[in-house]
């Protein structure tokens, strides 16, 4: 089993940049697929970006070329650099865990979460 624990939401304008950290407490960090998802009020929760075990990264459409997930096996820590920042992107943001051969979007693969984050862009 592992405890996440996300930070570094805050308030932010259009155009700028935050980072994301969610730090894991548990054995075998480096074997699980780990995730960010976000849920804006009145919508349903949605996959934003995951990394693999092995290192692969898939993102959501609407956050490629801004969105950069990584993660640090050794500090049992996965980050999301978010730069370029858009309203639409306000959401509490949430870090998962799962196992499984790759990263995937899909929510039910992640039986572990964090408690969230919030982030607000303002226009």
């Known amino acids: 089993q592992v405890q996440l624990v996300e930070s570094g939401g805050g308030l932010v304008q259009a155009g700028g940049s935050l980072r994301l950290s969610c730090a894991a407490s548990?054995?075998?960090?480096?074997?699980?697929?780990l995730g960010w998802f976000r849920q804006a009020p009145g919508k349903e929760r949605e996959f934003v970006a995951a990394t693999s075990w092995s290192g692969s990264t898939v993102y959501a459409d609407s956050v490629k070329a801004r969105f950069t997930i990584s993660r640090d096996n050794a500090k049992k820590t996965v980050s999301i650099q978010m730069n370029s920042l858009k309203p639409e992107d306000t959401a509490v943001y949430y870090c998962?865990?799962?196992?499984?051969?790759?990263?995937?979007?899909?929510?039910?693969?992640?039986?572990?979460w964090g408690q969230g984050t919030q982030v607000t862009v303002s226009s």
């Open positions: 998962a865990a799962g196992g499984g051969r790759s990263a995937t979007p899909e929510k039910y693969q992640y039986p572990y």
């Open positions: 548990g054995r075998s960090f480096s074997f699980y697929n």
